[in-house]
């Protein structure tokens, strides 16, 4: 959808049954369409494209930050798994995610904090949590945009 205000949204989605259904699944993904589009000058095919890329990326994301959580005799996994959690933050923030972005920048601000070898299991299970949850969603919006 291109970007646009409410009003004209709404008499889009009148006009367009398909918009109507690219809506309704952006909006059960929580992903904030317009607000994507804006960031990325109202270009379709690059929010398209960066979408199913940053969808085919989260599908191991969780097993990464698993395997991170579980090797942290690894001088690098809580830099690693804090590196990821940046990613998915900007990534998420790009295709309008906000609240997959809000909790991999709270996870990323926690690695931050030094955190004790239990707190990054927990740390990294939370933001893989909310990964997983989140994919049904963005695949399902990937499908259709």
């Known amino acids: 959808m291109p970007v646009m205000d409410d009003f ?3 008499r ?3 006009q367009e049954p398909a918009a109507v259904a690219i809506a309704q699944i952006a909006a059960d993904a929580g992903v904030d369409l ?3 589009l804006e960031r990325l000058g109202g270009l379709q095919d690059v929010y398209r494209n960066a979408l199913a890329a940053f969808v085919v990326d989260l599908l191991v994301m969780p097993s990464q930050l698993s395997a991170y ?3 942290m005799q690894h001088n690098n996994s809580r830099d690693d798994a804090r590196r990821l959690m940046h ?3 900007g990534l998420a923030a790009t295709i309008g995610a906000t609240a997959l972005s809000t909790a991999a920048a ?3 601000q926690a ?3 030094s955190p004790d070898e239990q707190q990054v299991v927990l740390i ?3 933001v893989g949590t909310v990964i997983t949850r989140a994919l049904p969603g963005l695949q399902a919006l990937s499908a259709v945009v």
């Open 106 to 108: 709270s996870g990323e």
């Open 12 to 14: 889009r989605i009148r």
């Open 111 to 113: 690695m931050g904090n």
């Open 69 to 71: 959580a579980q090797n």
């Open 124 to 126: 990294c299970d939370q």
């Open 34 to 36: 317009n607000a994507a």
């Open 8 to 10: 004209d949204a709404m």
């Open 87 to 89: 990613t998915v933050k």
